[in-house]
């Protein structure tokens, strides 16, 4: 079992930042791969974000990349997801994963991944 939680949401203009953080807790070997995903109403969750947790490789939708960073620190069993120069379609709540696949990391889709934090509300405004 692996329990994540999340905090580091809230309100921004546009071309500000926040950076998200996923705290861990559990069985590691439950945490090979994790991810950043964010959902509005009305549309399916999307990755925009994963890691492979062995050795830090990393994934960007192409919506993000190039603005938004994920790492991990490994001594806080914490994932972060910086987010710079956000845009009004960035605005969702944004959960965090965990999978015991090693491959997920790479182009996260919510079916590969078993544990999920809360979410967190992320409201970009213009």
């Known amino acids: 079992q692996v329990q994540l939680v999340e905090s580091g949401g809230g309100s921004v203009q546009a071309g500000g930042s926040l950076r998200l953080s996923c705290a861990a807790s559990?069985?590691?070997?439950?945490?090979?791969?994790m991810a950043w995903f964010r959902q509005v109403p009305g549309k399916e969750r999307e990755g925009v974000a994963g890691?492979?947790?062995?050795?830090?490789?990393?994934f960007y939708a192409a919506s993000v990349k190039g603005r938004f960073t994920i790492s991990q620190d490994n001594a806080k069993n914490t994932v972060y997801l910086q987010m710079n120069s956000l845009k009004v379609e960035d605005t969702a709540v944004y959960y965090c994963?965990?999978?015991?696949?090693?491959?997920?990391?790479?182009?996260?889709?919510?079916?590969?991944?078993?544990?999920w934090g809360q979410g967190t509300q992320v409201t970009v405004s213009s």
């Open positions: 994963a965990a999978s015991e696949g090693p491959s997920s990391w790479f182009a996260p889709s919510p079916y590969q991944y078993t544990y």
């Open positions: 559990g069985d590691i070997r439950s945490r090979k791969s």
């Open positions: 890691i492979r947790t062995s050795d830090g490789a990393t």
